[in-house]
């Protein structure tokens, strides 16, 4: 039964469970439609703060036709994604959703956004062309294959689950490795971090405690997703990123979960290297466009 006095748009903070289910069935339709795998971070939906604005959605008579999510990670730059019911495009409303995100981001001072694209998105990358933006990077979405498991580990590095303790390190190897300012790092809060849909992992070396890495991981009923792979430099070219990327896939494979994807930058080759000796696969590529604020 749809809510007739759903109407036109509206902007959230924090979503309903039939809001999430909305948007659910509105990105599973527009999946469908053109064959898509859209980007939209579920289990950030799933706990959006109540006191911020990040969701802007479009009903008709009861039924959700358009949708964008805002994803602020820092404060130089937000992320944004969305879709529009096929039998709706054409007709203004995510250029509406786009102007209603641009307004939150100037209140937030935000400088720039950029526009998650799939690339084999046709309606997407059209809508994106009609606003004339800078072209920032594109990502591989990449999911396991087959695991590939070493026969051995070095037993120089020790690799467990991150403890709140260790937060302001993970945020220090957050910022060096993705070139952030420590201080916008807010993803270690102790509510985060216990959070049951999320594990947070550290290597350190030796016998000295020493930190040299970290992998986050976000788990939902359809998968698991590797993110915030950081090794320090120093560290670098010595085959502890291979170790802790096989010992993270190792625990997320333990939970029963098998359906394992990260995302990574296409001139990364490094990296790129890496994830397909550990048995991972393109699966399809996200073109990310810089747009003003």
Same mark, same amino acid.
């Given at each position: 039964m749809t809510d007739n006095r759903k109407h036109g748009? +509206?902007?959230? *903070?924090? %979503?309903? *469970? @039939?809001? #999430? @289910?909305?948007?659910?069935?509105?990105?599973?339709?527009?999946?469908?439609?053109?064959?898509?795998?859209? !980007?939209?971070?579920?289990?950030? %939906?799933?706990? =959006?703060? +109540?006191?911020?604005?990040?969701? #802007?959605?479009?009903?008709?008579?009861g039924q959700l036709v358009g949708y964008l999510a805002l994803f602020s990670f820092n404060l130089k730059e937000a992320e944004i994604s969305g879709m529009v019911h096929p039998d709706y495009r054409r007709r203004g409303i995510f250029t509406t959703l786009l102007s209603a995100a641009r307004d939150e981001c100037r209140q937030r001072r935000v400088p720039k956004l950029l526009l998650i694209v799939e690339h084999a998105s046709h309606s997407g990358q059209a809508f994106a062309a009609s606003l004339h933006p800078g072209y920032d990077h594109t990502e591989y979405r990449m999911a396991l294959e087959e695991a590939r498991i070493p026969p051995s580990f +070095? @037993?120089?590095?020790?690799?467990? =689950?991150a403890r709140l303790e260790d937060a302001p390190m993970l945020a220090h190897i957050t910022a060096v490795s993705f070139d952030i300012d420590e201080k916008e790092i807010n993803s270690y809060s102790e509510q985060v971090m216990d959070a049951s849909n999320r594990r947070y992992y550290v290597a350190t070396l030796g016998d000295s405690n020493t930190y040299i890495g970290k992998i986050d991981?976000?788990?939902? !009923?359809?998968?698991?997703?590797?993110?915030?792979?950081?090794? %320090?430099?120093?560290?670098?070219?010595?085959?502890?990123? =291979? *170790?802790?990327?096989? *010992?993270?896939i190792q625990d997320i494979l333990a939970t029963g979960q098998h359906h394992i994807?990260?995302?990574?930058? @296409?001139?990364? !080759?490094?990296?790129? +290297?890496?994830?397909?000796?550990?048995?991972f696969r393109e699966t399809g590529s996200y073109d990310y466009y810089s747009l003003g604020v």
């Open positions: 748009f +509206s902007k959230k *903070q924090g %979503l309903t *469970q @039939t809001e #999430f @289910t909305e948007i659910e069935a509105l990105a599973a339709l527009c999946n469908r439609y053109e064959g898509l795998e859209l !980007k939209l971070n579920w289990n950030i %939906l799933r706990n =959006r703060p +109540s006191h911020e604005t990040n969701d #802007f959605l479009y009903y008709d008579n +070095s @037993t120089q590095l020790h690799f467990r =689950r991981v976000s788990l939902n !009923k359809h998968e698991a997703i590797i993110y915030g792979f950081g090794v %320090l430099p120093e560290y670098r070219g010595c085959g502890y990123g =291979r *170790q802790m990327l096989v *010992q993270t994807v990260l995302e990574v930058a @296409t001139e990364n !080759k490094n990296a790129l +290297s890496l994830y397909q000796s550990c048995g």
